[in-house]
């Protein structure tokens, strides 16, 4: 029978792949991503602006399909939280214009809000989930996405 010999380099590689392994190998929680940006509700004929700049948020990914409703979420200046009494922008955007650096990571556009008279303005970056089993990064996701003691 062979004897295999266990040298510290091994324990080394193996910490690294661990290190750098799926969130979802660790046993740790869904890793988040979202939509994060701005928006302004304006009139739909006169294109005024009938708001201040919201700050926005979706749970999860997003479409972000023309004629494909999307919600977003206020989120607190303050805290960078969603605001868990507010209800969801329901927008169906017009034709969002989509901006790449190797993947989709940011888009802006103007859609009807749902159940309202007035449009949204928006743009938004994306919050991509986190490739590796990294507290800090998953810790930062979740903050961006404004899900820190959020309601659901």
């Known amino acids: 029978m062979a004897c295999v010999r266990i040298r510290p380099v091994h324990l080394l590689l193996l910490a ?9 190998w660790a046993g ?3 890793p988040v991503e979202c939509w994060r940006g701005w928006g302004y509700r304006i ?28 919600a977003l979420y206020l989120l607190d200046r303050a805290s960078g939280r969603i605001v ?17 650096r190797n993947n989709l990571n940011y888009v802006d556009g ?19 989930k986190p490739t590796a089993a990294i507290e800090g990064l998953y810790k930062y996701n979740v903050w961006a996405c404004g899900l820190e003691d959020a309601a659901e």
Request: no cysteine.
């Open 16 to 24: 690294l792949v661990l290190a750098m392994a799926p969130a979802e």
């Open 28 to 30: 740790a929680v869904e």
């Open 43 to 70: 009139d739909k004929q006169t294109r005024t602006y009938k708001s201040e700049e919201l700050l926005l948020a979706t749970k999860g990914s997003a479409g972000w399909q023309p004629g494909q409703e999307v």
């Open 84 to 100: 868990s009494d507010a209800p969801p922008i329901t927008i169906v955007p017009f034709n969002p214009r989509s901006y790449y």
């Open 110 to 128: 103007e859609g009807q809000i749902v159940g309202s008279e007035d449009n949204l303005v928006f743009g938004l970056s994306h919050v991509p």
